[in-house]
């Protein structure tokens, strides 16, 4: 399948290898990765991106690269599907470089997969998995129609605010 339509900024394309340089870089930055375990490393980062690649031989979908349309790396976002109290549910999730935080470009880009979700995958439901102290991404969330459902409580994962949309 392919990626989400471009926006009026940014477009999508698949991850592959020669992303590893910029997936690093965002992956282990400490203030992208604040809400997450810790930041990534290079291996973790090429893992990223396999598991991405994986994603899209699977299902057709995953994270995908986001750029401006003049090629400038943004971050990344896409769907995937997620564990959430013992059910799959598809998530979109979404990263922006920490110096192009608060310029809207994680909610253009949220709201275009969210687009995809509905109409490219006739998807029912989409939800995002977010630190409960996250606001920022929280806000990205409720900016694209979602509100706040539940805490994810299982795993080995500290307790996530779930957010959900029906579609």
């Given at each position: ?62 994270l995908w690269i986001v750029e401006t349309h ?66 920022a991404s929280e806000r990205v969330a409720e ?25």
């Amino acid at each position: 399948m392919a990626p989400p339509h471009p926006t009026d900024r940014l477009q999508f394309r698949e991850m592959t290898d020669a992303d590893l340089d910029n997936m690093t870089a965002l992956l282990g930055d400490p203030e992208v990765m604040r809400f997450y375990p810790a930041p990534k490393s290079r291996d973790e980062a090429a893992s990223w991106i396999y598991w991405n690649c994986e994603n899209y031989a699977e299902h057709g979908y995953g994270l995908w690269i986001v750029e401006t349309h003049e090629g400038e790396f943004i971050g990344d976002c896409g769907l995937t599907w997620q564990q959430v109290n013992g059910a799959q549910k598809l998530e979109v999730g979404y990263r922006v470089r920490s110096d192009l935080h608060g310029q809207g470009y994680a909610t253009e880009a949220a709201a275009a997969c969210r687009d995809y979700a509905r109409e490219d995958l006739a998807a029912k439901e989409l939800i995002a998995i977010i630190h409960p102290d996250n606001r920022a991404s929280e806000r990205v969330a409720e900016k694209i129609g979602m509100h706040r459902i539940a805490d994810d409580l299982g795993g080995n994962v500290p307790v996530r605010a779930v957010l959900s949309m029906q579609l």
